[in-house]
C-alpha cells in the first residue's frame, strides 16, 4: 500500500515545488492514517467481554483492571467471553463498506482528474 500511495504522490506532485509538495502529501497522508489505528487499538479492552470463574466472585463482570484483580484475589480467574477485537472487526468492516458506498465516487472523481488538476496554476 505504501508503495502505491508513494507513486501516486510522486504522480501529482507539483515539479515546480519538488519534494515540499511530496512531503505535505505524505504528512497529511500519514497523520490522517495513523491516529484512527491508535484510537481503535485502545478501544480493544473496552469492547471485551469477560467473566469472573470459580471463587467468591464468580459471574461478576472481569472488564476492568480493578475487576480483574478482585477476581484474582478473590481466588478466581477471567475468563474471555467475547474478545472486543473481533467485535471491532465487525464495526469497522460494517463502517468501511459504508463509507465506501458512499464516498467511492468521489474518490473516483478525484482519481479521473488529469495532472494538471493538481499542479500550481501561477497568475
Same mark, same amino acid.
Given at each position: 500500500?505504501?508503495?502505491?500511495?508513494?507513486?501516486?504522490?510522486?504522480?501529482?506532485?507539483?515539479?515546480?515545488?519538488?519534494?515540499?509538495?511530496?512531503?505535505?502529501?505524505?504528512?497529511?497522508?500519514?497523520?490522517?492514517?495513523?491516529?484512527?489505528?491508535?484510537?481503535?487499538?485502545?478501544?480493544?479492552?473496552?469492547?471485551?467481554? !469477560?467473566?469472573?470463574?470459580?471463587?467468591?466472585?464468580?459471574?461478576?463482570?472481569?472488564?476492568?483492571?480493578?475487576?480483574?484483580? !478482585?477476581?484474582?484475589?478473590?481466588?478466581?480467574?477471567?475468563?474471555?467471553?467475547?474478545?472486543?477485537?473481533?467485535?471491532?472487526?465487525?464495526?469497522?468492516?460494517?463502517?468501511?463498506?459504508?463509507?465506501?458506498?458512499?464516498?467511492?465516487?468521489?474518490?473516483?472523481?478525484?482519481?479521473?482528474?488529469?495532472?494538471?488538476?493538481?499542479?500550481?496554476?501561477?497568475?
Amino acid at each position: 500500500m505504501f508503495v502505491s500511495v508513494m507513486g501516486f504522490f510522486a504522480r501529482i506532485s507539483d515539479p515546480i515545488i519538488g519534494g515540499t509538495y511530496m512531503t505535505l502529501l505524505n504528512t497529511v497522508y500519514n497523520l490522517g492514517g495513523n491516529w484512527p489505528n491508535t484510537l481503535v487499538l485502545s478501544l480493544v479492552d473496552d469492547l471485551t467481554w !469477560a467473566t469472573c470463574t470459580e471463587g467468591t466472585l464468580s459471574g461478576q463482570a472481569c472488564q476492568k483492571p480493578e475487576q480483574r484483580e !478482585a477476581c484474582k484475589s478473590a481466588g478466581g480467574t477471567c475468563s474471555t467471553d467475547v474478545d472486543g477485537f473481533y467485535v471491532q472487526m465487525v464495526i469497522c468492516t460494517v463502517f468501511g463498506l459504508f463509507w465506501f458506498r458512499f464516498f467511492r465516487k468521489r474518490i473516483s472523481a478525484l482519481q479521473d482528474l488529469p495532472e494538471s488538476a493538481w499542479r500550481i496554476r501561477a497568475k
